[in-house]
């Protein structure tokens, strides 16, 4: 993560040195923490375009082997977290005890879906998942009890094994994990602090072309689950004739029906507020706010534009049962 906000801190300390009284200190950086044997459960509340399910599965971190598959000479203290017994706990604002809900509960048991494993060095860093393939193994079974053909099952399985579908599973999963903990990696825990950057990308020309910008706060001490935490904010907006070129044609897969030939303009917001426990630097509550904005044109030259909005909302809560630092 970028460190330049910290860099910048350190150089006015050294313009301005403490008398040696009282000698200049630096607030302590986020840096990952969580000890080996972690365990504890995530909830996840998700709300998409007025649909609102919950969900929860156990996690557990806990060293990788050495000689797990795919690890190479970089491999040394790699942590494997784990994820297991999913539930579900509402859907639409039914509990888990209406009848409804407890159907779909029934087909999840059914179905016994692999969770996915993620493969973290020790510093933190997402370095992919570690079950890709036993997840795909369980999908195409699935779809073969569901009355898929052989030869269906065989283009299903050459799809999901794709490094696209690969690429897009892990980065499914790293959006979850950067909210979580990769997003505050080097933030200073102090009160007030902020950072801002821009989001650009060089052209063959060299000049740089903007995107948009992002936005990290440390907001200061606040109370959760009867612990004292730090909340922690990131705010990204993307938007211009360059974001729309680098992303206009994945419109139609994040909306789908949308007609591409329409859109004239689009913005994404993307903001992320967590709450992590002061002793255990580990999160208690992390909500992400994601939102595409797309303004489409008339079908009539005279007519204003209209737009239309995509919204997804995730809150993760998590209780943590050992260790408990």
Not at 110 to 129: F, I, N
Not at 136 to 157: F, I, M, P, S, Y
Request: hydrophobic share 40%.
């Amino acid at each position: 993560m970028v460190l330049t906000a910290l860099l910048a801190c350190v150089a006015l300390c050294a313009q301005e040195p403490a008398p040696a009284s009282q000698p200049a200190t630096r607030p302590a950086a986020f840096a990952f923490a969580w000890p080996v044997g972690s365990r504890g459960r995530v909830k996840e509340a998700q709300s998409k375009d007025g649909v609102d399910l919950a969900m929860s599965s156990e996690l557990v971190l806990s060293a990788r082997a050495p000689s797990a598959p795919a690890a190479g000479a970089d491999a040394a203290g790699e942590l494997l977290l784990e994820r297991g017994d999913p539930r579900i706990e509402s859907y639409r604002g039914y509990s888990a005890s209406h009848p409804f809900v407890q159907k779909l509960i029934l087909k999840l048991d059914e179905a016994s879906p692999v969770q996915p494993a993620l493969v973290l060095g020790p510093d933190g860093a997402l370095r992919g998942l570690a079950n890709y393939d036993a997840i795909l193994d369980d999908l195409v079974q699935r779809q073969a009890a569901a009355g898929l053909t052989k030869e269906e099952q065989r283009v299903a399985r050459e799809r999901l094994s794709s490094e696209a579908e690969r690429a897009r599973a892990e980065r499914q999963m790293r959006e979850q994990w950067d909210a979580w903990v990769a997003h505050w990696i080097g933030v200073p825990l102090e009160a007030g602090w902020t950072e801002t950057r821009e989001l650009s990308f060089e052209l063959p020309s060299g000049k740089r072309a903007r995107t948009g910008s992002v936005e990290r706060r440390v907001r200061g001490l606040e109370e959760r689950a009867g612990a004292s935490c730090w909340h922690l904010s990131r705010f990204e907006q993307r938007s211009g004739p360059w974001f729309f070129k680098h992303v206009g044609g994945q419109l139609p897969q994040w909306m789908p029906g949308l007609e591409l030939s329409k859109v004239r303009a689009c913005t994404l917001f993307d903001q992320v507020d967590a709450w992590i426990d002061v002793q255990t630097l580990r999160p208690l509550e992390v909500t992400r706010r994601h939102a595409l904005r797309v303004e489409l044109a008339a079908d009539d030259p005279a007519a204003p534009s209209t737009v239309q909005k995509s919204e997804n909302t995730s809150t993760w809560t998590f209780e943590w049962s050992a260790p408990a630092k």
